[in-house]
């Protein structure tokens, strides 16, 4: 860990150039309410618990260890369990439905970082109250589960975030975020407007940036910009009296239908009725990539038209988190009795490969006991029908 930190610490200094040392717009580091939990946790016991969620930004070696790093110095004395939650192509509807497994369950956390701003809008095109009900699942249900936790949302940017801020516009996932943010007092990164507001007054290009997965110098900056959030808060002393103490938790939702109670419902509870099989594919004799952490996991598993099976589920929303590559097919889903409502796996990037996304069959139910039956459909926009569900999904 200390050669990688290392390391990060000259990609910081290569990266100095393109980092501003005078401080970013109130806004585009937005110290909000309460941000000394971690501190008084880490500066008090010497240990410290940090996640990190999100889509490939934060699954690569990106901003992720640079922040390690700057939280390794500022407490040198510390023993720090980092973890990184990022997965690749997922959004904050994915992130939602696993922060239990992937995050919560991993211990009490100190300190969360979320980052899907990118991937709600190129990857899930979600709408905004998509966006509201995935970011505030996060953080409601992360509040919730430890009210003492300290959070920070970033958001990174892509070409087309670009553009609509470089016309004073706010993109849809960030103002959907925004609103979540401030609903909570949540501290947050405007990365997306820093980046834009350089790039029109030509101190940085696109390409120094990085693009859509940054270089060294724009996950840098990034970095820079929560060490800076960082100042801000902990800018005195901590007092010998300071005391970890809950933050307050707003009574009503922004959405009622947001995911704060999500969660995963084991495939094997399931009722087969038709066809369906709980099984690791075979990928090497299927059509497109798989990425090495879907490998060897058992899926619920269907591929003809007509396959049938049924789940008995309690919650307002029901979906699976599935794998859909060339050969994703389309699933008919209908809850207690009802119509069948025809839910498409196939995904704009499923051409090449088996694509992790979460689709939802239903989102607005009574809170009650319900059951869902699946059904094959023979229509497809792929070349088969499959369908392989990782998890269900139900808030």
Not at 123 to 134: F, N, Q
Not at 286 to 293: A, I, Y
Request: charged fraction near 20%.
């Amino acid at each position: 860990m200390k050669r990688r930190f290392t390391a990060y610490r000259s990609l910081m200094l290569v990266a100095l150039p393109l980092i501003a040392c005078s401080g970013f717009a109130a806004d585009h580091v937005a110290f909000r309410g309460d941000f000394q939990n971690a501190r008084i946790k880490f500066e008090q016991s010497k240990t410290g618990n940090v996640a990190f969620i999100g889509g490939s930004i934060t699954e690569m070696d990106g901003y992720r260890p640079m922040v390690c790093e700057i939280l390794q110095r500022r407490f040198p004395a510390t023993k720090f369990n980092f973890i990184n939650a990022g997965i690749s192509s997922t959004c904050s509807t994915t992130g939602a439905f696993r922060l239990q497994s992937d995050v919560l369950d991993r211990g009490d956390i100190d300190l969360l970082f979320i980052e899907f701003a990118v991937n709600d809008d190129q990857d899930a095109h979600h709408s905004k109250a998509a966006c509201i009900r995935g970011m505030e699942g996060l953080v409601r249900h992360a509040r919730i589960a430890n009210p003492n936790i300290d959070l920070v949302i970033t958001f990174f940017v892509n070409e087309s975030m670009l553009a609509t801020l470089q016309k004073s516009e706010t993109p849809l996932t960030i103002a959907a975020h925004t609103a979540v943010a401030e609903h909570y007092d949540v501290s947050t990164i405007g990365l997306a407007s820093e980046v834009a507001d350089r790039i029109t007054d030509g101190t940085l290009t696109w390409k120094q940036y990085g693009g859509v997965h940054p270089a060294p110098a724009g996950n840098a900056i990034a970095a820079t910009m929560i060490d800076e959030l960082m100042s801000e808060a902990w800018s005195e002393p901590l007092a010998k009296s300071a005391a970890i103490k809950p933050h307050p938790l707003p009574e009503s939702p922004l959405n009622p239908t947001s995911y704060w109670r999500g969660r995963f419902i084991d495939p094997a509870t399931s009722k087969i009725h038709d066809g369906w099989s709980i099984s690791v594919p075979d990928w090497l004799s299927l059509p497109g990539s798989t990425r090495e952490r879907f490998r060897k996991l058992p899926m619920l598993c269907g591929e003809q038209p007509g396959d049938t099976v049924s789940l008995s589920f309690a919650g307002t929303a029901i979906g699976a988190y599935v794998v859909a590559g060339p050969d994703a097919g389309m699933i008919e889903a209908s809850v207690d009795g009802g119509p069948f409502e025809v839910v498409d796996l196939y995904h704009q990037y499923s051409k090449g490969l088996h694509y992790p996304r979460t689709v939802m069959f239903a989102t607005d139910l009574e809170a009650a006991e319900h059951t869902i039956e699946l059904k094959i459909a023979d229509k497809t926009r792929s070349k088969g029908n499959a369908a392989r569900i990782i998890q269900f999904v139900a808030n």
